[in-house]
């Protein structure tokens, strides 16, 4: 069955860092873009950045272009996110999301990052 397990999170200084990491597993992970959304509590969820197939093409949200970095290692079927420079605001449950070339879409669990002295 299908399976996204994101990990890494915790609770970190303000200017601190985290790496995520978002385990696949039931489908080609290799054929699937994948993404990391956030939601943060009493907003919407939000994209944060996309990550291409073999990951020739990223994408993020302006609000954390130049702290994230996105990568995927496909013989790991893992996908990353580099989270640095954190700020108070980037407080939030973190999702990563695959989305198959056959359109079908699946979400991990999340892993909550909060930032706090």
């Known amino acids: 069955q299908v399976q996204l397990v994101e990990s890494g999170g915790g609770l970190v200084q303000p200017g601190g860092s985290l790496r995520l990491s978002c385990a696949a597993s039931?489908?080609?992970?290799?054929?699937?873009?994948m993404s990391w959304y956030r939601q943060a509590p009493g907003k919407e969820r939000e994209l944060v950045a996309f990550v291409s197939n073999f990951g020739g093409l990223t994408n993020y949200a302006d609000s954390v272009k130049g702290r994230f970095t996105i990568s995927r290692d496909n013989g790991r079927k893992t996908v990353y996110l580099q989270l640095n420079s954190l700020r108070p605001e980037d407080t939030a449950v973190y999702y990563c999301?695959?989305?198959?070339?056959?359109?079908?879409?699946?979400w991990g669990k999340g892993t909550q990052v909060t930032v706090s002295s």
């Open positions: 039931g489908f080609t992970f290799s054929n699937s873009a």
């Open positions: 999301k695959a989305r198959a070339s056959n359109g079908n879409e699946f």
